[in-house]
């Protein structure tokens, strides 16, 4: 079992940026696949970016290329997303996701919410234009 918890959203002005981290606790993380989506109102829950936790290879969604930074320190089991350049757009709430890839070197990285496994409680970040 893995537990998620998030932490370091809140209300920043566009072009501005936040830190959110996910302190990640349960189990030995070397096969699994960290990630962020993020869910606006009235809208699907998209996936933003994710990190393998061994080989610290990355994905990002086209539409926070450039501006969001995911990573991960194994010392302390966090995985913290920089983000800069701030847009409204970027209004929503944040969770971080996890799943056992089950490979220390996976073929592919899931971007779906449904095949994620294991759910923080979500951080709200809103940006005011």
């Known amino acids: 079992q893995v537990q998620l918890v998030e932490s370091g959203g809140g209300l920043v002005q566009a072009g501005g940026s936040l830190r959110l981290s996910c302190a990640v606790s349960?189990?030995?993380?070397?096969?699994?696949?960290m990630a962020w989506f993020r869910q606006a109102p009235g809208k699907e829950r998209e996936f933003v970016t994710s990190?393998?936790?061994?080989?610290?290879?990355?994905r990002y969604a086209d539409s926070v290329k450039g501006r969001f930074t995911i990573s991960r320190d194994t010392a302390t089991n966090t995985v913290s997303l920089q983000m800069n350049s701030l847009k409204p757009e970027d209004t929503a709430v944040y969770y971080c996701?996890?799943?056992?890839?089950?490979?220390?070197?996976?073929?592919?990285?899931?971007?779906?919410?449904?095949?994620?496994?294991?759910w923080g409680q979500g951080t709200q970040v809103t940006v005011s234009s």
């Open positions: 996701a996890a799943y056992n890839s089950g490979s220390y070197y996976p073929i592919s990285i899931r971007s779906r919410s449904t095949e994620y496994d294991y």
């Open positions: 349960g189990r030995t993380f070397g096969t699994y696949v």
């Open positions: 990190i393998h936790w061994s080989r610290g290879s990355t």
